[in-house]
């Protein structure tokens, strides 16, 4: 095997062991304190800025776009639309500008 199937290999081991680790410690349990329950609900925010952030400021107009519309669409859709409307538009758009 290759050397970059190994790394896969270890990296999706550890991926997997960080997740269900995390969730058999939470689950030991009886009551989650309600400052460890906010934090944890703020993580999926925290993770989504840690990838939209840097793709915003190094982004052209067709990722500009994107985001703008994805914004709009959030307002009023839900997260399935968010993601297939700002799909569709970075797609066009690449395709139209460049």
Do not use: C, K, N
Not at 19 to 40: Q, Y
């Amino acid at each position: 095997m290759s050397t970059t199937l190994w790394i896969i290999i270890a990296a999706s081991i550890a991926t997997y062991l960080t997740r269900i680790g995390g969730h058999l410690v939470i689950s030991r349990f009886d009551h989650i304190h309600p400052r460890v329950e906010a934090g944890l609900s703020a993580v999926p925010a925290a993770v989504l800025t840690t990838l939209v952030a840097p793709a915003a400021l190094s982004a052209g107009p067709a990722e500009w776009a994107a985001l703008i519309v994805a914004g709009l669409v959030s307002l009023r859709g839900g997260l399935m639309a968010l993601f297939l409307a700002g799909a569709a538009v970075l797609i066009l758009a690449r395709q139209l500008v460049g």
